[in-house]
């Protein structure tokens, strides 16, 4: 008997040609594929081995790419760019110049929809399914999405609108990984899911209604005896009660029930969702025992998984806010600490065990939880919305109408700002300067190191208003912090570096690198701490004492920080030229993090670099080019 092997297989298609019987290989391989590879270059794992045989049978059943299949956050994707011809570029994934960890449209043509946020999905594939309705094309669109994402009230807007929607062939497939909504599964779900998906089940239903659709009241009492009869094993009628044919829940890991209930559905069209379960982690053990700590995890070593580093890292952001939080918690009763579904990411593991009764995870809610902690603070509390800086764009609504306009005094600790890393552009934390400071009432700070996030959280929870506090993914510079809850005078920035003719102003993380550069250009540099409210009066000496300024942000420079030092230049009138150095008006990829702010020319030799480049020819004529070139050394 012939083995089939995991590289015969170099699109759907070579996996449609293989019996039934040979999936369970494929499977076996598929994982151990996926197990080795992301050992090796990190990456999100205990998602990807809990779809393994999901995707393959979806690729078996469906005519992948003209059926179109949405991954909904798109982290458990990896089986499915395996078996869709990037198997050899795994080893790029998450890298500069290689795969992206998540679906994306000028990847592959088997990627119908970029994602990396939750719960897109639904809506993604109910807009294609209605433009392949009105095409007359007779193709499936498939909608894959987490238990967690269903969270979202996005999801259910969307199964709102489908249920309204004629004409659509629109499968949702609830992947149930953590048990939350299911009975358990077994022999009798699988023989009932396929039952419920097959056409004689179908058919009597049709047939049902053609004869009795003249006799409305039997018509009712057959449609309610049909609902309750389901609902006896099964959480179907909700989602029948919004127009969805519910079959499951269904073995997630058993190809010989997967298959046949997709073909069934497959013919059937229409609006169709099928619940599965299944579990993280599956098919290796230490995943499966702790599939958070697998979730995402670095390289290591999968016979002997994921060890403690000999030596303690140094400290994180997250953990310096997770410490800050309790000890601001314990110091002050008013304080509630939110999240929406990143308890590990965000930090709060600490404060949810010590504060249980004023820790709220509200799931990937995140417009909820900022009208959440609204109302909280006009009940006179003090909430900290603990939130990735990608993650507030998705309430910017809720924080302007019902935080900001009623200046509502809440906290945003933004984790992830600035560049990510592997995460790439999905996730990247580039744009919050630019949208937060726009907004009335709102107070911007931007600390410079581990410390300096502490004592601007400590200020801006004292802040009697919505303020936010912007700090980036990773550990520091490792500068030390100092136990305590004291503040800094609220829109004021410091000097670190007194030099001559060039004033360079830093915001945020990038401070250490712009010192270097101060350094070795001679130059004057301001930690700005803020900004808004924004040091005008420490702006305004560096202009009067200065030849040129030069801003520095690891964010958009358009509308950021730099924005906010021109906008004041010249409202007083005052002609200065200003160089603004951050991130460019484009998406940055994944990488590496320190090498993405190289590339971009935000470390400290790329700062200083651009600064000459820029007033070489300004300082000339004063100077002399000689000069100027050797001003580092004045």
Known sequence: MTTVTLDQIQSPSDLRTLGRRDLKDVADQLREFVLQSVSK???HLSSNLGTVELTIALHYVFNTPDDRIVWDVGHQSYPHKILTGRRERMSTLR???GISGFPKRSESEYDAFGTAHSSTSISAALGMAVASRNLGLQRRHIA???????????AFEALNNAGVTPGVNLLVVLNDNDMSISPPVGALNR????????GFYAAAKNVGRAVLQHVPPVLEFARRVEGHAKGLVSPATFFEELGFNYVGPLDGHDLDALVPTLENLRALGGLQFLHVVTRKGHGY???EADPVLYHGPGKFDPSVGIQKPKTPPRQTYTQ??????CDMGQADERLYGITPAMREGSGLVEFEQRFPERYFDVGIAEQHAVTFAAGLACEGRKPVVAIYSTFMQRGYDQFIHDVALQNLDVTFALDRAGLVGADGATHGGNYDIAFLRCVPNMVVATPSDENEARLLLSTCYQHPGPASVRYPRGAGCGAEVVAGLETVPLGKGVLRRQGRRIAILGFGTLVPAALAAAEALGATLADMRFVKPLDEALVLALAAEHDVLVTVEEACVMGGAGSAVTELLGAHGLCLPVLQLGLPDAFIDHGEQAALLRGLGLDAAGIERSVRE???????PRFGAKQASAAGGQ
């Open 41 to 43: 270059t990190g990456g």
């Open 144 to 154: 894959v999405i987490g238990d967690g994402a269903m969270t979202a009230g996005m």
């Open 320 to 325: 310096v806010f997770g410490r800050w939080l």
């Open 614 to 620: 820029r007033f070489q020819a300004v300082l000339a």
């Open 95 to 97: 890298q500069q110049g």
């Open 191 to 198: 023989y009932l899911a396929r039952l419920l998906s097959g």
């Open 285 to 287: 053990k230490l995943a």
